[in-house]
């Protein structure tokens, strides 16, 4: 699991190709490389990729073909910044959402434009993902735990502050980059527990009484 907030911006330094798949190696810049061991997650963009070699600067990941079809991964080349995060131990912040590392699908850039000291982005993603996203909820794009402003189909927005776009991947993104998109795991669940019709029922008594009606 992972918390969306960014530790830091790394480089893809190479991509080789290793049958249908790939070996990624990710240079991690400033990340705290000391407390990493072989097998440990470290989300690149927001996908959870499994460290099989390391050094002080750098790491390397096999990227299977299903994730390079299912994520922006597989749209990136040597030299594009890329955002990193460590997975979460129990003892740390949790300062953005529980976020996976899982991407549920790939998104794009529409627009930014200023807004006072912060900008507006606006980004699409495809219906089936679309239905998950909410007004003043949360989602995670390339590994970043933002809220959400407003939503509009399948387009929604967000407000990136200063240090957000000055410290992740963002201040290299235009409009039609593609992002990884992940949503809130709780619409997820929320889903299929309305699914399968075991969801409690609000009555307008429990609603009352809980300051609902």
């Avoid at 407390?35 to 070699?53: Q, R």
């Avoid at 990136?160 to 963002?170: G, K, M, S």
């Amino acid at each position: 699991m992972f918390t969306g907030i960014i530790q830091s911006v790394g480089r893809i330094a190479r991509l080789e190709p290793r049958g249908g798949d790939v070996r990624l190696v990710v240079g991690t810049a400033d990340l705290d490389m000391s407390d990493v061991a072989l097998g440990d997650s470290i989300a690149v963009s927001g996908v959870c990729l499994t460290v099989i070699s390391f050094d002080e600067h750098s790491f390397a990941a096999d990227v299977s073909n299903e994730t390079l079809s299912h994520t922006s991964l597989g749209k990136h080349k040597a030299g594009d910044p890329v955002n990193l995060e460590k997975a979460l131990r129990l003892a740390d912040r949790l300062g953005g959402h529980l976020v996976s590392g899982h991407v549920d699908g790939v998104g794009k850039v529409v627009s930014v434009t200023p807004d006072g000291r912060s900008q507006r982005w606006t980004f699409e993603v495809p219906a089936p993902i679309a239905r998950y996203i909410a007004a003043k909820g949360s989602i995670c794009i390339d590994g970043t735990s933002l809220t959400v402003n407003e939503v509009q189909g399948t387009r929604f927005g967000v407000n990136l502050i200063p240090h957000t776009v000055e410290h992740t991947a963002f201040a290299a993104r235009r409009a039609g980059d593609a992002v990884n998109i992940e949503v809130d795991v709780i619409a997820r669940y929320v889903e299929r527990l309305l699914a399968s019709g075991d969801a409690p029922r609000l009555d307008e008594a429990f609603l009352k009484q809980h300051g609902f009606a």
